[in-house]
T-cell receptor, first 114, second 109 residues
């Protein structure tokens, strides 16, 4: 199994630009999670999906952030417009047993907003 | 908000020594998990301990859980340079995990 796949691995953009991060969960996993990791705030859950349906988006910081899961094998996290404080590593994780048990993380996307 | 608080924040030891990391949390849990994160990589699940368990082993890892004190510890025995990483505890809250602040472990050869 290829594991959770994220793209791009690195993204450098300018303030005000739209950023789209992509994730392919492990096949057969029905839960998908988006996290953000920074030195200041640690690892924060932004949003998670069960069976492609958003369950909890209380961690999404602002309306500038949106996430979709059009099918079981693909999800996107979009930031529009991006700001320097959005610079972080964004992780996608998936699970076959819901959010309470083992989660499998992707390699992350390092986002730098200039 | 972060549920878990790891202690110490950073730990440096020599190869062959044992490393102990602690995690404290605030609310009741069904299970507690430990994850490892190598520099520049995603988190990797190490072990899960349920609230009705007190101790669990996996290879060189030993995890304890004290629900009365709302705390857990991770012991890595006979550490290796390859154990150098950050270690996070995670507690379940409804259908999601809340991660702690992490302990950075450095193992010197």
């Amino acid at each position: 199994d290829a594991g959770v796949i994220q793209s791009p691995r690195h993204e450098v953009t300018e303030m005000g630009q739209e950023v789209t991060l992509r994730c392919k969960p492990i096949s057969g996993h029905n839960s998908l999670f988006w996290y953000r990791q920074t030195m200041m705030r640690g690892l924060e859950l932004l949003i998670y999906f069960n069976n492609n349906v958003p369950i909890d988006d209380s961690g999404m910081p602002e309306d500038r952030f949106s996430a979709k899961m059009p099918n079981a094998s693909f999800s996107t996290l979009k930031i529009q417009p991006s700001e320097p404080r959005d610079s972080a590593v964004y992780f996608c994780a998936s699970s076959s047993t819901g959010g309470r048990n083992e989660q499998f993380f992707g390699p992350g996307t390092r986002l730098t907003v200039l | 908000s972060q549920q878990g608080e790891e202690d110490p924040q950073a730990l440096s030891i020599q190869e062959g020594e044992n490393a102990t990391m602690n995690c404290s949390y605030k609310t009741s849990i069904n299970n507690l998990q430990w994850y490892r994160q190598n520099s520049g990589r995603g988190l990797v699940h190490l072990i899960l301990i349920r609230s009705n368990e007190r101790e669990k082993h996996s290879g060189r890892l030993r995890v304890t859980l004290d629900t009365s004190k709302k705390s857990s510890s991770l012991l890595i025995t006979a550490s290796r340079a390859a154990d150098t990483a950050s270690y996070f505890c995670a507690t379940d809250q409804t259908d999601k995990l809340i991660f702690g602040t992490g302990t950075r472990l450095q193992v010197f050869p």
